[in-house]
């Protein structure tokens, strides 16, 4: 079965598609980009298929260390009302985008219902999780299939998203979606 793609933004597709437009066979291995909507309730109308998906899309670091642009590479993704999915081929995906030059993380991704900001990131990070997003947990809640979610940093505790170089840091999180979206089609289906 081939990979599907999952985006909520329409942004965040628009570069998934140009990076397997990219990659030179004109379907990134027949790999599928859909673009989901932003949220729980978008998220949670989403009936991905049973084969091979990734989330792919911005988010939000809560720790330290991880800077915008770097990618995080969820071991798992959780949200308040949904119990953990384990995410079981994060370590090799991860070894395959750093492989490709990307500086990767790994670690637990909370899904929320609204953007994170101020001690709501602190919070996060206390529970464990290194990065935030308002998807991923909900997209995958009843997918039982092989799962990936990629979260390109746009903001972090030090750079949030009220910043003045927010719309930078988005267009740079753009592009790096669109460089390692073929990545994915090797190492998840």
Do not use: Y
Not at 20 to 25: I, S
Not at 112 to 139: C, H, I, N, Y
Not at 147 to 160: G, K, S
């Amino acid at each position: 079965m081939s990979l599907v793609v999952l985006c909520p933004m329409a942004a965040e597709a628009r570069a998934a598609r140009r990076g397997l437009r990219h990659a030179g066979d004109g379907g990134g291995n027949g790999a599928t980009v859909v673009r989901t909507g932003i949220g729980a309730a978008r998220s949670r109308r989403v009936q991905p298929p049973p084969g091979p998906v990734a989330v792919v899309g911005v988010g939000g670091a809560l720790v330290e260390g991880i800077d915008p642009g770097d990618v995080v590479v969820a071991t798992e993704v959780s949200a308040p009302d949904v119990a953990p999915v384990t995410l079981d081929g994060a370590a090799a995906l991860a070894a395959r985008l750093g492989d490709a030059g990307f500086t990767v993380h790994t670690g637990p991704v909370a899904s929320v219902a609204k953007p994170a900001v101020g001690t709501r990131r602190t919070t996060l990070a206390q529970q464990g999780a290194v990065a935030v997003d308002m998807e991923s947990a909900w997209l995958l809640e009843h997918h039982g299939g092989p799962a990936a979610v990629v979260r390109v940093v746009a903001d972090t505790p030090r750079h949030e998203l009220r910043s003045p170089a927010t719309a930078a840091r988005m267009i740079r999180a753009l592009r790096t979606i669109r460089r390692l979206t073929p990545v994915l089609t090797k190492e998840v289906c």
